[in-house]
Nanobody, 114 residues
Framework: VQLQASGGGLVQAGGSLRLSCVASGSISGLDVMRWYRQAPGKQRELVAQITSGGNWYLIDSVKGRFTVSRDNTKSTMYLQMNSLKPEDTAVYFC?????????WGQGTQVTVSS
């Protein structure tokens, strides 16, 4: 399984970006997909999670601004980010967990200027 993240970029505070994470390879059954982010000098943190059944979770700091969704027919997870803040600046990584297997995508840089 390979994960390909895209959609990052440079945006002004208050702007929006939409990240995508496409999974390729043999994917079947129950799984969980996540977005993590890592800012310079900080630990990687979980931002959002969505299961194959559609149950989702967002950390408090992004609730009301971010939305996580997925299209199982396209094996793709999305992160719609609105009202972006400078503190959202980080490299964003996607993750797929299935049974005991864990897969990571490469990061996509999100930079929010003030």
């Amino acid at each position: 399984v390979q994960l390909q993240a895209s959609g990052g970029g440079l945006v002004q505070a208050g702007g929006s970006l939409r990240l995508s994470c496409v999974a390729s390879g043999s994917i079947s059954g129950l799984d969980v997909m996540r977005w993590y982010r890592q800012a310079p000098g900080k630990q990687r943190e979980l931002v959002a999670q969505i299961t194959s059944g559609g149950n989702w979770y967002l950390i408090d700091s992004v609730k009301g601004r971010f939305t996580v969704s997925r299209d199982n027919t396209k094996s793709t997870m999305y992160l719609q980010m609105n009202s972006l803040k400078p503190e959202d600046t980080a490299v964003y990584f996607c993750y797929l967990g299935q049974a005991s297997n864990k897969y990571w995508g490469q990061g996509t840089q999100v930079t929010v200027s003030s």
